[in-house]
């Protein structure tokens, strides 16, 4: 009789539970932008080209998918190399994988209150009464042990669905969790990447730097001759090693930026700044990609970490919304106890000594001084900044592809106006300083001959260095290509989460 009491009791709680409906708003996805471009007018898909090196022309290519590995599009082995370093050393890496397992931790034990909660208790206690109110249980006498075993059942019914919308919301922030750490990979090898073509970059400057200086000492000693036969002024001179000791004051910094970047560059593979890294850069040695990716802002939604994870952050407040509804209707709770209590242990089991019990308790909150209702009207206004910062950075997303996408045809023009301004004006040094050795240039023309060259020397550096740069920026703005990547959430408990 008990076990069919028990089964039916079960029975009927499964039954309710599962006909329970789930109230609050059931998510729904916002729609993409409908915006076909990225600008009011075509922007160009052939960039302008330089003659040297890191002036090819780049093709942006509608039909292009992004690779996982988007830096192997560089060409650089050492760069590679760093990058599998970082990945396996980073820190944050690391801290992002855990924090994806602590949020799917949280999803699994919200889950468990879909079951009933079972526990086993025994007791046993030695008991001496008064005389005139000894136990009958223990035939009258004073001292006694009872012994009670027993196994408890409780089982609260989700009729409002009340736990299904917080695991909702608790899986909605693990896919958010999931999301923030693709967007951690993808921050980390741009950093990577950004921090080695700056140390390229500053390489690059400072050897171009050592020119400049080797130039102006040349141009120095000319001048000192012409001062020993009489043809150049001490003033001349002076100027002259002042702008030879500016030159020299320019290396210092460059050094110290160099510097910083390796320290840098250690930092991001889990190095401290004492351990070496074997892999240096040079601007020659990187290969600039010739065809780069675009998407249109509707496949952009699905390919950026930061949107998915805003969208799942929506998807959990929009989940809570039915948590703080269904905290304000009914509450059903049903317990049982099935158990024995005995003198002896012995005979704990035994017949006439078993018990049972089986109750249902009904809660509806009356007054709470309005307490849930504002948690439902705070739940309510969460989801609308939700949504509102879903659009935001929706439309960030999209100003960040728009924004590389000018960059990155303005740096092609820049390139090639800064090659052709370096041309130019090494001819007119040349010029210059033929003409200041036959005494035929005023030392003043000079002077501003080497600047006008020094200055568009440096700038063509540092035009090719911001292709660089800002090729590596539209991979990221892109998402970066994360749903190809063969580890993405290595969490094995973690669900698809790429591009639908």
């Not at 736990?163 to 919301?169: A, G, H, I, L, P």
């Not at 601007?283 to 969208?311: F, G, H, K, M, Y």
Request: glycine content about 6%.
């Amino acid at each position: 009789m008990t076990k069919t009491l028990y089964r039916s009791v079960l029975a009927f709680s499964v039954a309710i539970a599962l006909a329970g409906c789930t109230v609050g708003p059931d998510y729904q996805r916002p729609e993409a932008p409908q915006a076909r471009a990225y600008a009011p007018t075509p922007i160009a898909t052939d960039t302008g080209s330089a003659a040297g090196p890191g002036g090819e022309a780049q093709h942006v290519l509608a039909s292009m998918d992004i690779p996982g590995q988007w830096w192997t599009l560089f060409h650089s082995a050492p760069l590679n190399g760093l990058i599998d370093d970082a990945l396996k050393h980073n820190a944050d890496i690391e801290a992002a994988h855990a924090a994806l397992q602590v949020a799917w931790e949280s999803v699994y034990a919200q889950r468990g209150a879909y079951f009933p909660t079972v526990n086993a208790s025994a007791n046993s206690t030695r008991q001496n009464d008064a005389n005139d109110v000894a136990s009958g249980v223990a035939s009258n006498a004073d001292l006694y042990t009872l012994t009670t075993a027993q196994v408890s059942v409780s089982y609260t019914l989700d009729i409002w669905g009340a736990n299904r919308r917080q695991v909702e919301s608790l899986a909605a922030q693990a896919n958010a969790q999931r999301f923030q750490l693709e967007a951690t990979y993808l921050t980390l090898t741009s950093n990577v990447v950004n921090a080695a073509i700056q140390e390229a970059s500053l390489r690059a400057q400072m050897e171009l730097t050592r020119k400049i200086i080797g130039e102006q000492e040349t141009i120095l000693a000319t001048l000192k001759r012409q001062h020993e036969l009489g043809d150049a002024s001490d003033a001349a001179i002076a100027v002259q090693v002042a702008v030879l000791e500016q030159s020299r004051a320019t290396l210092p910094p460059l050094d110290k930026q160099l510097a910083q970047q390796r320290d840098l560059l250690a930092t991001l593979t889990g190095r401290t700044p004492d351990q070496p890294i074997d892999a240096q850069f040079q601007l020659d040695a990187l290969q600039l990609p010739s065809e780069l990716p675009i998407s249109l802002p509707a496949q952009l939604v699905e390919q950026r970490p930061d949107v998915r994870a805003a969208e799942e952050q929506l998807h959990s407040a929009s989940a809570q919304v039915g948590v703080a509804i269904a905290n304000r209707l009914p509450n059903v709770q049903i317990n049982a106890a099935l158990g024995g209590a005995s003198e002896r242990t012995s005979q704990l089991f035994a017949a006439g000594s078993g018990f049972w019990a089986v109750g249902a308790t009904v809660t509806q909150p009356l007054f709470d001084g309005g307490s849930l209702k504002h948690k439902q009207r705070g739940a309510e206004a969460a989801y609308r900044q939700a949504a509102a910062q879903y659009r935001s950075t929706v439309l960030g997303a999209v100003q960040n592809v728009a924004d590389t996408l000018h960059a990155i045809d303005a740096d092609a023009r820049a390139l090639a106006a800064a090659e052709r301004a370096e041309q130019a004006a090494e001819h007119s040094l040349d010029i210059a300083r033929r003409q200041l050795a036959l005494g035929d240039l005023s030392e003043s023309a000079m002077l501003n001959a080497q600047l006008v060259w020094q200055q568009a020397a440096l700038s063509s550096v540092q035009a090719r260095a911001a292709r660089y740069a800002d090729t590596v920026a539209l991979f990221q703005a892109l998402g970066g290509g994360w749903w190809h990547r063969q580890d993405a959430g290595s969490v094995a408990s973690t669900p698809a989460a790429g591009p639908r």
